[in-house]
Each structure stands twice: as structure tokens, then as C-alpha cells.
């Protein structure tokens, strides 16, 4: 019986080797007559161990890594393949009882890392197309009250009940409505839509199958952002497959109800991420945004009604369907239900992502997963939420990861991305680079977005220069209040937040007086 062997083929394993480590087993079993089966995996997300090659074992799978192609040799010669003992260098013992991994709550990432990412029958060995086979049972009022029972929101940043928008699209008048998948993961720090894509494809096909079901469209797009090359080939080879074994197509399942899927490849633009800019660019015309109303989902995609997710949301919809919204409530606090796929980067020993019940909070994550910063210095900030999220200093890393918990401090969890920086960090530099961010990605639609980021620039410059910096400090102040209220979407009205939250945090960093300072 041949030994099975795990190799990641994702974006991040194949940056650092994957392939060549692949290449070097099959060569390396070859020589030896070794009866092996080489199984391209997903990544398990603990990226920093990449790649992480794993043996299936009576005991279950053990991992080594970060393996090189220069290792396979000796990790043959040590008997890797043949339940080794566990005393080689990169031996990492069973994989599931790695601290980091073991102590997640994987939900919408059950699967990553586990299977063969276009085999469609490992998915459904592993639980997969339950959902959508529990979905074509019910009326599409039952499918959309299961996921508004179940409390998912939005994994974006307006964190906007899924089963809301799912209901308004469900009653909007038109035969022809369609679904849409933001894949256009832009934010600093962030990478779990690639995962998804990349590393279990089929629950995205699955979950948006399942939205067209409960919508009553037949038809849904996924923008993916065009520095995704893996992960488009991934979606189009899964989505063949799917549609071949009919699971896509016009009678699913020989259901009768339809549901076909394409990718579409984004324009390289930030601002594309915001979902009206994204039907833009969808129909063929310049990413800009939209003045609402109407909302998409009443008039959106070619003035249809339109539902428009990411990744995340509609990844977690096939959960819900298979084991039921209350399941699904049952993780979480408040309002914030479910689990969040947290992705920690930047100055980080441990980065890689991480799937935990909201509740959990940021100096949990930071030291029981992220083992501190990486250059072994103090954590100084964190940024939550992307390049537009704010920078949140040590007396707020024991708020819980909560919407309505960082709401409170005028901060965003967003996309769950997390960036970490130590102390060597000039917090004023960060605020510049955020409103030189905004000045080139934005839409230029709206003044206080195009011109305030502009001057933005300018005014932090000028601050630290040290030409006049408390007035340069109060106009700074009144520009940010003007982007804040004036700008036409969250482009513009949340570049404040970075800017503010390094103003009122790390006051010194701009030459002013710490609150200590004042206070005395």
C-alpha cells in the first residue's frame, strides 16, 4: 500500500518551494522504490511553517516543515515516510495537535489544508454539497430565514446582516437578478479569500449556489482581484468540475433549478472593493463608485437586483445549511456571531491565519498565536482591519473581537486582516502613508476623497518637517473631520481612522506632548 504524502499548492507554499519539494519527493521515492502518492493539499494557514509537508499515518497525519528541497533526502533517509518517530529536526508531530492549529475553531475553514483542493469527491467525502443538497429541500424563504437565524454578517467592512440583503434581493421585483462574489481581497494584512479560493474552491462554488437558490438568480460572477492569477485557475478548473458532475448548470442536481458561475478577473484597483465600483467594473466601464440609493440590491449588477457578498460570507453559507443556523449562533458573542478567519501579518513571529469564535481578543491572538513580534522587540501598534483600519495601542488589546466592541473605540475589524508593528514604528510615516494611499487609490469622484487625501499628505508632511506642527495638527484634525462626512463611500470616510487613532495614540511621534505630557 503506497504512503500518502501532503505538499500545499497554494500561493504562499508555492512562493517559498512548494513545487521544487514536490518534485523532490516524487525524484527522491523514485530512487529509492518507494511506493508513495504525492496529494497537492491547501494550506492549513500557519504559514510561517510553509511548506508544510505532511505523512498519513494509522495515527493520523504528521507534519514537517518548513521543509526545502535541499531536506527531502534526509527526511527520507530518516524514514519520514514510514511513520517516522518525531526526532528529526522539522518534525512537527501530529498536525491537528499543533498548539496553533488545535486550539482554532475551524468552521468555514474545515477543510482547508485537509483535501485536494479540485477533487470534488474528497470535498464531499469531507462533508461538502450537504448544505446545498439540504437547500434544494426548502423554499427559498426557509433558506434565507436559516441565515438570518444564523446572525452572519458581512466579513467586510459594513458588517451588514447577509440575511437581510439576501431577504430585499428575495422580494425585489425582476425575473433576472444576480449573485456576486468580492474576491477583490485588497486590504494590507489579509489573505483568507485567497485560501478559500485556492484551498477548498468548492464551499465558495457551494455557498453562492446556495444564495442563487434562496434569491431565485441564476447567474453569479466572482470578482477576483488580477493579482490572484492561482486562484482564478483554481475557480475555473472547480467550477468545470462542478458543472460537469452537476453541481452547476440548469438543473442542479436534476433539481430543476439552475445556477450558472463564472470568474471574472478585477482591474487592479483598490477601490474596486467597494461593492458599487466593483458592479462598475463588472459591466466593462471604469471602476467609480455609486451615489446610493439605490442600493445594489434593488437595482445592481446591468440594474438587476443584485446580492453582493465576499468571500467569507458566502463561504460560511454551506455550514449553515448542512448543520443549521442555531449551530452556527452558537459560536460568538453579542452580535457578532459565528467565527472570524483572523489573518495575522506584519511583525509577527507566527503569522498565518486563524479561525476563532468572536470574543477572543487582540493580545490573546498577538502571544497564544502570533508568539509576539518577530524582530523580538515590543509590540507597539496594531492595525485591524486594513489599510483604512486604525492603529490600536497596548491599552486596547484586551477588547474583544466584536463589532460592536471596536465600533466603540472608532475602529473596525473589516476584514479580520491583523498587521503588527513594534516599537521601531514612526506612527506619523504610517498616518502618511495612509493618506498617500487614499490620494492614489481613490475613485476621484468625490472632493473631500480626492482633494482631502492629497492635503493629507501635505499637512502630515509639514507636521514632520516641524513647520508649525500644533496648527498643522489642528488643519489636520479639520481635514479628517471633512473626509469623515463629506466623502461619498468609505474610501474616503475611513482613511481618517488610521490617521486619528496613530494622532490621539502616539501623539509623540508627531512632535506633540503625550497625554502624560499635557496633562502635567
Known amino acids: 500500500m503506497s504512503t500518502r504524502i501532503y505538499v500545499p499548492c497554494d500561493s504562499a507554499a508555492l512562493a517559498v518551494g512548494a513545487d521544487a519539494v514536490a518534485a523532490r519527493i516524487a525524484a527522491e521515492a523514485a530512487r529509492r522504490g518507494l511506493d508513495i502518492e504525492i496529494v497537492r493539499n491547501g494550506t492549513r494557514g500557519l504559514l510561517w511553517l510553509e511548506p508544510l ?9 504528521i507534519g514537517f516543515g518548513p521543509v ?16 517516522f518517530d518525531g526526532s528529526h529536526a522539522l518534525a512537527l508531530g501530529l498536525v491537528e495537535q499543533i498548539p496553533y492549529l488545535a486550539r482554532q475553531q475551524r468552521l468555514t475553514f474545515a477543510r482547508a489544508g485537509i483535501t485536494d483542493p479540485l477533487s470534488l469527491d474528497d470535498y464531499e467525502a469531507h462533508g461538502g454539497y450537504r448544505g446545498l443538497r439540504n437547500a434544494l429541500l426548502k423554499t427559498p424563504e426557509e433558506i434565507v430565514a436559516a441565515v438570518t437565524a444564523s446572525g452572519l454578517r458581512g466579513r467586510g467592512g459594513a458588517a451588514f446582516l447577509t440575511g437581510i440583503k439576501w431577504n430585499t434581493v428575495l422580494k425585489a421585483p425582476g425575473l433576472e437578478k444576480y449573485i456576486v462574489c468580492n474576491a477583490d481581497e485588497g486590504d494590507s494584512g489579509t489573505f483568507a479569500d485567497r485560501i478559500v479560493m485556492e484551498s477548498d474552491p468548492y464551499v465558495l462554488i457551494e455557498g453562492m449556489t446556495i444564495a442563487g ?20 485557475r483554481q475557480l475555473e478548473a472547480a467550477i468545470a468540475t462542478a458543472t460537469q458532475r452537476g453541481y452547476l448548470g440548469r438543473s442542479l442536481l436534476c433539481s430543476g433549478r439552475s445556477f450558472e458561475l463564472e470568474v471574472r478577473k478585477g482591474a487592479g484597483a483598490y477601490i474596486c472593493g467597494e461593492e458599487t465600483a466593483l458592479l462598475e467594473s463588472l459591466e466593462g466601464k471604469r471602476g467609480i463608485v455609486r451615489a446610493k440609493p439605490p442600493l445594489p440590491a434593488l437595482a445592481g ?9 465576499n468571500v467569507l460570507s458566502l463561504a460560511t453559507v454551506p455550514i449553515i445549511l448542512d448543520k443549521g443556523a442555531q449551530y452556527y449562533q452558537d459560536y460568538g458573542m453579542g452580535r457578532s456571531r459565528g467565527t472570524l ?48 483600519g486604525a492603529y490600536l495601542p497596548e491599552s486596547q488589546w484586551d477588547t474583544p473581537l466584536d463589532y460592536e466592541a471596536f465600533a466603540s473605540l472608532w475602529a473596525v475589524l473589516g476584514h479580520g486582516g491583523i498587521v503588527v508593528h513594534d516599537d521601531s514604528a514612526d506612527m506619523a510615516k504610517l498616518a502618511r502613508y495612509a493618506m498617500e494611499f487614499c490620494a492614489v487609490e481613490s ?7 480626492r482633494i482631502g487625501s492629497t ?24 481635514l479628517c473631520d471633512t473626509m469623515l462626512y463629506g466623502s461619498l463611500c468609505a474610501m474616503g470616510g475611513m482613511t481618517p481612522y488610521p490617521v486619528l487613532s496613530a494622532l490621539n495614540h502616539f501623539p509623540q511621534d508627531f512632535g506633540q506632548p503625550s497625554t502624560n505630557e499635557r496633562a502635567a
Open 53 to 61: 509537508v505532511e505523512v498519513d499515518t494509522p495515527d493520523g497525519r
Open 455 to 478: 492635503r493629507g499628505v501635505e499637512v502630515i508632511d509639514k507636521i514632520r518637517a516641524g513647520t508649525q506642527p500644533a496648527q498643522q495638527v489642528v488643519l489636520l484634525r479639520d
Open 301 to 309: 449588477l446591468f440594474g438587476k437586483p443584485t446580492v453582493i457578498n
Open 341 to 388: 478567519p483572523i489573518q495575522l501579518a506584519g511583525n509577527i513571529k507566527h503569522g498565518g491565519l486563524i479561525e476563532l469564535a468572536f470574543g477572543v481578543t487582540l493580545r490573546e491572538i498577538l502571544y497564544e498565536y502570533g508568539g509576539g513580534s518577530a524582530s523580538g522587540r515590543p509590540i507597539k501598534a496594531v492595525q485591524v482591519g486594513g489599510p483604512l
Open 213 to 232: 437558490i434562496a434569491v431565485g438568480a441564476t447567474r453569479g460572477y466572482i470578482y477576483v482581484r488580477s493579482e490572484y492569477p492561482h486562484s482564478i
Open 68 to 83: 526545502d528541497a535541499a531536506d527531502v533526502a534526509g527526511l527520507f533517509d530518516a524514514g519520514f515516510h514510514a511513520g
Open 443 to 449: 475613485c476621484g469622484k468625490c472632493t473631500p476623497c
